[in-house]
């Protein structure tokens, strides 16, 4: 083999180096990241568009479906004039208070029930109906009663959204304890781990991936708690903002109010995964799919 | 029971040391989810003598495993008697090792902290027990991966990771139920002779399950041939291959292919039946 020549058919090409071949890699995952911006960016703009033309040329009633431009001008209207109840940034403030607060002590006694009646069977067994028929239970409805019983202030939000968190993070943490891989757990009492460090360096962390998942959804319905329980009776608070252009046949100041809302649960989510990312920092990342 | 002993080799040790773990006429039941009482191991009797390696096969589902958990003190015999060190076994017990089939560190920890685990859980102060598990990550050739997570390793480098997080507790009594079959065949190898290497400087008493046999005798003093399930101890070999071995050489011995062929015969018949069961789906 030392003196064979190495014969290159002119009709196939070299075979592109390593480096060429990353580099249209990465060109081609650069090319594709811009082409999902600009279509997300045309969607908007074809949805927006689309609907402030309808209504401005009548196709839809401006008076029901109100129109982007007439949303954007109320909700800029209530950052520089206010609201009928007040600078908007305290309604803002109000009902994320409400919602955090319900969210934490909704999340904090799901976390404690799940991992309680995950570790002891009996408890399960005897509980596990109860929790299934309250959870069937429309809960929006208690907001009514929590209305009722803690007046029109905080505490009866913060209740609605504490029933509307809890069984969701409940359930995620009662399932994470139960998926516990059992050899771990018998790997660690081998080890030398008291129930209690089992508990803590076991079934904590590995209920962890199923809690943080749960927090997502749940922040959502913390949200709506608040609300659901402002709409029902308040003196302030973005649901009130709600009910109070309802009331007024104000469809552009329900949309404004909607999409303050979600700018709102937005910043949160991408809170909710900053915390998740670290809480679960082990598990292996994501491969990135290139397409090919 | 048929009990085949080969001849002890001169150059072995004698059989005068103190028995380490015993099982005496044990049998074990389970009940399955929809009710049925199953029979894992019957009459089952295994001595092992302090520093003593053995090497459990037989057929897959017999019941090695179960022979285990028995002395690990995860689970009770339904009669019969587990005694380690003379002394019947209770819960679990502090001088046991385990080294399981499946990866059993913890994703959520990293290599040395995972290495670390054990003494921290038996109260050892921290700045000792970090020390100690440096050293073993260094001795079972993880260093520089310290801070490395699991999911970053590979299957061979996990099972170094299992290994250390065992041995740093320094067990009287080691158990490892198949610790190497996920492995391929040439990390298995490595790390087959990494296990007799961390072995013969702490010498503790093993119990081996594999369904290897040539894992067996690569590295057990003694074999024990176990029957198709319930499973009860069919055979016992004394192993006379000279230590220290090495496992990738060792199997073109040809005493080795000796042995290999004696106990196989042996062991062919209970694969066969058990086989065959689990064509009828038994």
Not at chain 2, 12 to 30: C, K, M, W, Y
Request: include cysteine.
């Amino acid at each position: 083999m030392d003196n064979a020549q190495v014969q290159i058919d002119p009709r196939y090409a070299p075979p592109p180096t390593e480096e060429a071949i990353t580099a249209a890699a990465r060109q081609a995952m650069v090319r594709r990241r811009v082409l999902v911006n600009v279509l997300r960016i045309g969607f908007l703009v074809v949805v927006l568009g689309g609907w402030e033309l309808a209504a401005r040329f009548n196709w839809i009633d401006p008076f029901f479906f109100a129109m982007p431009s007439a949303i954007a001008w109320q909700i800029y209207d209530w950052i520089i004039e206010g609201t009928s109840q007040g600078p908007l940034w305290q309604q803002v403030l109000v009902t994320m208070e409400e919602t955090v607060i319900g969210f934490l002590i909704g999340a904090v006694m799901g976390i404690a029930a799940g991992l309680v009646l995950g570790r002891d069977r009996l408890l399960a067994d005897v509980f596990s109906i109860y929790i299934k028929i309250a959870n069937s239970v429309p809960r929006v409805v208690l907001g009514s009663i929590f209305v009722i019983a803690l007046g029109l202030g905080m505490a009866s939000k913060v209740a609605l959204a504490v029933v509307m968190v809890f069984f969701v993070v409940f359930g995620n943490a009662f399932q994470g304890v139960r998926e516990a891989d059992r050899n771990l757990i018998a790997n660690a009492k081998i080890l030398g781990a008291s129930n209690r460090q089992v508990m803590l360096s076991v079934v904590v962390p590995s209920a962890l991936t199923w809690i943080t998942a749960s927090l997502h959804v749940s922040f959502g319905f913390a949200l709506v708690g608040a609300v659901v329980g402002e709409f029902l009776g308040s003196r302030q608070g973005l649901g009130l903002l709600i009910a109070t252009a309802q009331g007024t046949f104000n469809a552009a100041g329900v949309f404004a109010a909607m999409i303050v809302l979600a700018v709102v649960a937005l910043i949160a989510e991408f809170l909710i995964t900053l915390l998740e990312n670290r809480l679960v920092k082990w598990r292996p990342a994501q491969l990135a799919d290139t397409g090919f | 029971m048929v009990a085949v002993m080969t001849s002890a080799a001169p150059g072995l040790a004698p059989d005068d040391r103190p028995i380490a773990i015993e099982l005496q006429d044990v049998q074990r039941r389970f009940v399955t989810p929809d009710g049925q009482a199953l029979t894992a191991l019957r009459s089952f009797n295994l001595t092992v003598r302090r520093g003593e390696f053995c090497a459990v096969v037989g057929p897959t589902g017999c019941g090695k495993s179960t022979t285990l958990t028995l002395i690990a003190g995860l689970a009770a015999p339904t009669a019969g008697a587990v005694r380690i060190m003379g002394q019947p076994v209770n819960g679990i017990d502090q001088r046991v090792g385990f080294v399981f089939q499946q990866d059993a560190v913890f994703p959520w920890k990293t290599v040395l902290d995972n290495v670390v685990a054990g003494p921290l859980f038996r109260g050892k102060p921290r700045e000792a027990a970090y020390a100690n598990a440096r050293d073993w990550v260094k001795r079972v050739g993880l260093s520089g991966f310290e801070g490395h997570y699991p999911h970053q390793l590979s299957g061979g480098m996990r099972k170094r990771v299992a290994l250390a997080q065992t041995f740093i507790n320094e067990p009287e009594i080691l158990l490892m139920d198949e610790p190497f079959s996920a492995l391929d065949v040439q990390t298995r190898v490595l790390m087959q002779d990494e296990l007799l290497k961390l072995w013969s400087a702490q010498s503790a008493s093993v119990v081996f399950v594999t369904h290897d046999l040539e894992e067996a005798i690569a590295l057990a003093d003694r074999v024990f041939v176990l029957t198709a399930g319930p499973a009860t101890v069919k055979s016992v070999y004394d192993i006379d291959l000279p230590r220290p071995r090495v496992t990738a050489e060792i199997r073109y011995d040809p005493h080795f292919t000796e042995i290999s062929k004696m106990i196989w015969n042996d062991l062919r018949d209970e694969v066969l039946l058990s086989y065959q069961r689990a064509q009828r789906g038994e």
